[in-house]
């Protein structure tokens, strides 16, 4: 064993639905490199110890967002957690809460995307196109510059405990891609996208938990861009310009 190879032992809570029930864990002890990341352990142990494991990856460098699953007990990618930054020599892994687990660490991410598709995450202007594009100024564009950033991996929505409770909360990710849209000067869909986030199950189930913020891998205020929306609906106000600092920024 090379000097700064550290010996982990790797806890994975195991569920095939055909042998399962209830989940089980099951423990594996591999040699990893510091920088070595999550996912490049979780893969070695599938080729080298059990090829069964089911887990679901693609782009290992934290743009895809399909590898969210529970690290000792917090939502991450797993490809973007270095084996030098683990805390101790164990370590757990779990799927995501909230969502149905079809397999090992792999969700059902289907209720996650029905609640993103309700919001109307898309650009809504049925105005004539001008000649050219739909201009914006840099304080317009720098406005929603944030919530652009979200890939979808539902690390927050599956951290927040109102979601837990039943999963009928629209959740944290269906309202940062929300907010990008109301946020946009070019759009005019904002009244529709309030009105549905204004249900029992929108916004007003969020309980400024802030797990949301603290588990966004792509550093998004998650917490701030939900209060914004809040405020909207509170004040009847949308401001669609960022301050001159954020436009700097
Ligand atoms: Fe993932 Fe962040 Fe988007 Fe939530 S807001 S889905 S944590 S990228
Ligand atoms: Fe949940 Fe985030 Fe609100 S964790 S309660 S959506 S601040
Ligand atoms: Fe794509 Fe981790 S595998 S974000």
Known sequence: ??????????????????????????????????????????????????????LRRSCAHGVCGSDAMRINGHNALACKILVKNLKADTVTLEPILGLPVVKDLIVDMKPFFD????????????????????????????RFDDSTKCILCACCTTSCPPFWGDGKYVGPAAIVNAHRFI????????????DILNDAEGVWRCRTVFNCTSACPRDIKVTEAIQEVKRVMLTGHIDLEASAEAVEA
């Open 1 to 54: 064993m090379a000097d700064d190879t550290r010996r982990l032992t790797v806890k994975i809570k195991r569920y095939d639905p055909e042998k399962d029930a209830p989940p089980r864990w099951e423990q594996f002890t591999i040699d990893a490199h510091p920088m070595d990341r999550v996912l490049d352990v979780l893969q070695n142990i599938k080729w080298q110890q059990d090829e069964t494991i089911g």
């Open 115 to 142: 609640h993103y598709k309700a919001v109307m995450p898309y650009l809504v202007n049925d105005e004539p196109p001008p000649t050219t594009e739909r201009l914006q100024s840099p304080a317009e564009r720098a």
């Open 183 to 194: 946020f946009d000067s070019r759009d005019r869909g904002a009244a529709e996208r309030l």
